[in-house]
């Protein structure tokens, strides 16, 4: 049976997730998916690095104490990153570490240093998507690998998937979107009488929120989505400039009460929508839905996508946008499909 051996760049809350659910569940995903996945490498800013081509003990890397890191484990306190994504023994390298929404760095080296060395790439990151999605997706067809992505717009609710895969034969002329669950929180908040300050400060303690909120409250983040959407199921070929951009800052409490007396509620939609020239324009902006709309009615975290068929309509794909293990399987889901792609290939 195939076994994939794994190499985790960052260990935070989703790649660490990914190995306690390798740890604790391996037998049984190898009995349900049909192949074995083993972790030869981790890196961290924190702990340092840690290569073992005959896999890492997963109990030993989950449960380090504090101020421990690999270096008292064979190991190394630097992280190593690109001596390590390069040379490991890794298939597959995935990648879950912080981007700097500008350039996408550095995962976006991340990503490339695994593909010029032939290894497959499964990412939770939009900075390398967004910004250098068609660049790395020819670096990985021609070194022979694969670039997924399913975790970097709704988690682990596989939009990108499932449009590319059940909507075929259908013309897909856009799609509107709740893509942050921040955003929506708050402005759920905002409708049961908190102002702006307020809301922001429940998702913070609610871990909704980060300590600087602008990614979500300013419409970042959902830009980001958007652009990826865009050109991934649209064909768009846009930048991020294209992709006009309004947070919910300038939303209200007399606007949420405004709307709500006229039977409406407010919402960040990301959308873009192709014209007849085969043109795409994408926008992020907040919007007053009357109560009957298909995304009127989604609340708190929860993200949500309608996508724009010619011959079924309106079809909406709801799930959770955030969370650790959410997005955890997003990065499994993509390994799954990379192995289905590697059995279709052979084949054929």
């Known amino acids: 049976m195939t076994t994939y051996d794994l190499a985790l760049i960052g260990f935070g809350g989703v790649n660490r997730t990914l190995a306690e659910i390798i740890h604790s569940r391996g037998d049984e995903l190898r009995t349900g998916l049909g192949f074995g996945l083993r972790i030869v490498a981790i890196t961290d800013l924190r702990l340092?690095?840690?290569?073992?081509?005959?896999?890492?003990?997963?109990?030993?890397?989950?449960?380090?104490?504090?101020?421990?890191?690999?270096?008292?484990?064979?190991?190394?306190?630097?992280?190593?990153?690109?001596?390590?994504?390069?040379?490991?023994?890794?298939?597959?390298?995935?990648?879950?570490?912080?981007?700097?929404?500008?350039?996408?760095?550095?995962?976006?080296?991340?990503?490339?240093w695994a593909l010029e060395s032939g290894k497959s790439v499964c990412t939770t990151n939009k900075g390398p998507v967004a910004l250098r999605g068609p660049e790395l997706a020819e670096l990985a067809e021609a070194n022979g690998a694969r670039f997924e992505f399913e975790g970097a717009v709704m988690s682990g609710t596989p939009v990108i998937r499932l449009a590319k895969q059940m909507f075929t034969g259908l013309s897909l002329d856009g799609f509107e979107g709740i893509l942050n669950g921040t955003s929506n929180y708050v402005l759920g908040r905002m409708e049961a009488g908190l102002d702006l300050d307020?809301?922001?400060?429940?998702?913070?303690?609610?871990?909704?929120?980060?300590?600087?909120?602008?990614?979500?409250?300013?419409?970042?983040?959902?830009?980001?989505?958007?652009?990826?959407?865009?050109?991934?199921?649209?064909?768009?070929?846009?930048?991020?400039?294209?992709?006009?951009?309004?947070?919910?800052?300038?939303?209200?409490?007399?606007?949420?009460?405004?709307?709500?007396?006229?039977?409406r509620r407010w919402k960040l939609i990301g959308s873009a929508r192709k014209n007849p020239d085969g043109t795409v324009e994408a926008s992020v902006k907040p919007m007053a839905l009357p109560l009957d709309h298909g995304l009127a009615g989604i609340s708190g975290a929860t993200n949500a996508v309608s996508f724009s068929t010619d011959l079924?309509?309106?079809?909406?794909?709801?799930?959770?946008?955030?969370?650790?293990?959410?997005?955890?399987?997003?990065?499994?889901?993509?390994?799954?499909?990379?192995?289905?792609?590697?059995?279709?290939?052979?084949?054929?």
Not at 72 to 87: L, M, P, Y
Not at 200 to 223: K, R, T
Not at 318 to 324: D, I, K, L, M, Y
Request: glycine fraction near 10%; charged fraction near 20%; charge should be negative.
């Open 312 to 348: 079924l309509g309106p079809v909406t794909v709801s799930g959770p946008g955030a969370g650790r293990v959410e997005t955890a399987y997003a990065l499994l889901s993509d390994i799954i499909a990379m192995h289905a792609a590697k059995k279709v290939a052979t084949h054929v």
């Open 48 to 112: 340092g690095s840690l290569v073992k081509p005959e896999g890492i003990d997963l109990h030993m890397a989950l449960n380090l104490g504090q101020g421990e890191s690999f270096a008292a484990h064979g190991g190394s306190e630097d992280t190593n990153n690109e001596a390590v994504i390069r040379n490991c023994t890794a298939n597959i390298i995935c990648e879950a570490t912080f981007t700097n929404p500008e350039d996408g760095e550095p995962a976006v080296s991340h990503v490339r």
């Open 198 to 263: 307020a809301a922001i400060g429940e998702a913070q303690q609610l871990g909704y929120a980060e300590a600087n909120p602008s990614a979500d409250i300013e419409g970042f983040d959902v830009q980001l989505k958007v652009l990826i959407l865009a050109n991934e199921l649209l064909g768009a070929g846009i930048t991020l400039q294209d992709v006009a951009r309004e947070g919910i800052s300038s939303v209200t409490p007399e606007d949420i009460a405004q709307a709500s007396s006229e039977g």
